[in-house]
Structure formats: C-alpha cells, structure tokens
C-alpha cells in the first residue's frame, strides 16, 4: 500500500444516502465495507465526518440561531454520525472507537492523539468527533488539524464527485478533471477543494488531500494503493 496511515473525511450527506439526511443503514454497511478491506491490508485508519445530515450550524444562523450555539449543536450531530458509523464498522468485524474534542464519556472517548495513534497501530479505526471543538471552524478544518496532527500520509476526501474539476461537472458537461493539482493552482483558480483553513493547514504542513469518489466501490481501496483514481492535490 502507497498510504501506510490516512485520515478519511466524509460529509454528514454522504451517510445521509440520495436524501442526504439521517443515517442510510446500507450507506454505511457499504462504506464500512471499504475501509474494512484496506484496514484488513494493513492500513491505519481514521475518520472524520460532518453533520450536515442532522443540522448545520451555518445555516442555523440564517434562522436566527446563535453561531456559537449552532456550531455546537453542528458538533454533537458529528457525534451521533461518528457513533453510527462506528457501529456498521464493528458489525464488518473491525474495532472502533468514537473519540471527542471534548469530553462526553460514556458516549465517546475523550480525543488525545497519542490514544488514538496507539488504537490505530493496533488495527482500529479511530472516529474523531466534535470538529476542533470550537465554533468557527468547520469539519474540513477539523479533518485536516487530526491529518497532521496524527501525521497521516494522506488526507482522503470523499465525496460524489471522482476528483476536482475546473469547473462544476454537474453544471458543465465539459468540465475539465485534474489528476493532480498543486495547492498553488488550486489557490489561484479558486477551486474550492476545502475550506481556506483546512487548505492552508494541509499546504503549510505538506499533507496530500486526494479527493475521490466514495460511492465509486473500490475507489478506497485503488486510492491506498497508489493508483489514478480521483485528484492528488500537493505542493507539487
């Protein structure tokens, strides 16, 4: 395998399934499909998911919602993700474990890198919830602070889309793929592979972002393994 240890984030929407709201039981026994056989391959994995499905706390704000109030109930919504996921992880046959920013036991365990690195080097999957544990910051930031903190080969983005594109593939049909991008043209083009915080972490820290299709069956498994599927974004 290419990627010794990655870090996968996943919206809140795509556990949703075609609706992109609650918890798709099938959506989740298929994901965990896929990261059983790459963990089974001797890759350390963890996950971190947004809550989008359940509530957003951005567009609480639009409703009248306070910030600080909405992004923390944003943040209990990647909890309740974090644990269902989990769940269809253990029912492939992997351990799990739901690990918070902050403390909620007996939910989840409390987030401490060196933990969490000792349960990925000993074949779990580590789900990190909570985001940073601030509000401000959204679930790509969070993913790409846990990415380099744990010091991951790669950051892994899975989306609906197979890779980044020039422009919206939904939109325009001639919408241009990369197969690699570097962080300056992605910068440049303003092609909104994450949000700026997450992105500079990844350019300053040298972490790869691959952006690849989770749906796509296999894909996970191609991506780990060092072949072209998706978009590698890097500082080239």
């Known amino acids: 395998m290419k990627y010794k240890r990655i870090l996968l984030k996943l919206s809140g929407e795509a556990i949703g399934g075609s609706d992109g709201v609650g918890l798709d039981e099938a959506v989740m ?13 001797g890759v350390q994995v963890a996950i971190v998911i947004g809550g989008g499905n359940i509530f957003r706390g951005l567009a609480g704000t639009q409703r009248g919602f306070d910030r600080v109030r909405g992004d923390q109930m944003g943040m209990l919504a990647t909890v309740i993700n974090s644990i269902g996921l989990s769940l269809s992880l ?30 990925m080097e000993q074949g779990g999957v580590a789900l990190i919830a909570g985001g940073t544990g601030n509000p401000f910051f959204t679930t790509d930031s969070a993913a790409a602070l846990r ?5 991951c080969d ?12 020039n422009c919206n593939p939904m939109k325009h049909p001639d919408a241009v793929k990369y197969d690699t991008l570097t962080f300056d043209k992605a910068l440049r083009d303003n092609l909104r592979v994450m949000d700026q915080t997450a992105f ?22 191609k991506v780990v393994s ?3 599927v998706g978009t590698i974004v890097n500082n080239g």
Do not use: H, W
């Open 154 to 165: 790669a950051l892994l983005k899975g989306t609906k889309v197979d890779g980044v594109y």
């Open 200 to 221: 500079t972490l990844c350019r300053e820290n040298d972490m790869p972002i691959i952006v690849f299709d989770i749906n796509n069956k296999g894909d996970l498994g």
């Open 90 to 119: 253990r029912n492939a046959g992997l351990d799990a474990e739901v690990f918070t920013s902050t403390p909620m036991r007996p939910m989840a365990k409390y987030y401490m890198r060196d933990e969490v690195l000792s349960f």
């Open 29 to 41: 026994a298929q994901y965990a499909g896929e990261i059983a056989g790459i963990v089974k391959n």
């Open 226 to 228: 060092g072949e072209k």
């Open 147 to 151: 990415a380099c903190e744990i010091k």
